[in-house]
T-cell receptor, first 113, second 114 residues
Framework: AQSVAQPEDQVNVAEGNPLTVKCTYS??????LFWYVQYPNRGLQFLLK??????LVKGSYGFEAEFNKSQTSFHLKKPSALVSDSALYFC???????????FGGGTRLMVKP | DSGVTQTPKHLITATGQRVTLRCSPR?????VYWYQQSLDQGLQFLIQ???????AKGNILERFSAQQFPDLHSELNLSSLELGDSALYFC?????????????FGPGTRLTVT
């Protein structure tokens, strides 16, 4: 079985400050890890993924994520938050040989001016 | 715009009824996935089709069924609808069966059962 946990329902950060959205996973195999963002009344948009290789992955809109195998984490980061980053963020995991994408519960990011 | 289209955008229907949601994947994508997003259950994987064949099943109720047609569009059929079926239903597509390819999501169909 595979599972994803996003321990924070909401993260508040001031514009210009760095942001971190946390994600931990549990799989019995090699994981593929993804971050998606959902804006109000929109579908999910792909941000970035970790498949293999460098543990630091860079994605869209200045976001990056660090894969940490020992801590089974894949936290999403951005050096300087924008008000327009305010949205719902989902972490997801998929086994390398599997089809099913399992999502975390989502974290609402609020960036205040 | 992800390239995945879903119709209708909104659907309001009564309990006990049956509805069909439609999805057209991105051009060239063979794999189609259906997800349900609700406040209490979060985002849940329902079912996957690849090139017309069912390949993976998640938490899909027996009242729900899906298929993928030769032109690769997919339909999700929901029958004997209950109030608890009210949710946002997403379709996603990817080029391959599995592996590291990301899935591209459509805008969703919001189903309201009254």
């Amino acid at each position: 079985a595979q599972s994803v946990a996003q321990p924070e329902d909401q993260v508040n950060v001031a514009e210009g400050n760095p942001l971190t959205v946390k994600c931990t996973y549990s799989v019995s195999g090699n994981p593929y890890l993804f971050w998606y963002v959902q804006y109000p009344n929109r579908g999910l948009q792909f941000l970035l993924k970790y498949i293999t290789g460098d543990n630091l992955v860079k994605g869209s809109y200045g976001f990056e994520a660090e894969f940490n195998k020992s801590q089974t984490s894949f936290h999403l980061k951005k050096p300087s938050a924008l008000v327009s980053d305010s949205a719902l963020y989902f972490c997801a995991v998929r086994l390398d040989a599997g089809n099913m994408l399992t999502f975390g519960g989502g974290t609402r990011l609020m960036v205040k001016p | 715009d992800s390239g995945v289209t879903q119709t209708p955008k909104h659907l309001i229907t009564a309990t006990g009824q049956r509805v069909t949601l439609r999805c057209s994947p991105r051009s060239g994508d063979l794999s189609v996935y259906w997800y349900q997003q609700s406040l209490d259950q979060g985002l849940q994987f329902l079912i996957q089709y690849y090139n017309g064949e069912e390949r993976a099943k998640g938490n899909i109720l027996e009242r729900f069924s899906a298929q993928q047609f030769p032109d690769l569009h997919s339909e999700l059929n929901l029958s004997s609808l209950e109030l608890g079926d009210s949710a946002l239903y997403f379709c996603a597509s990817s080029p391959r069966l599995a592996g590291g390819a990301e899935q591209y999501f459509g805008p969703g169909t919001r189903l309201t059962v009254t």
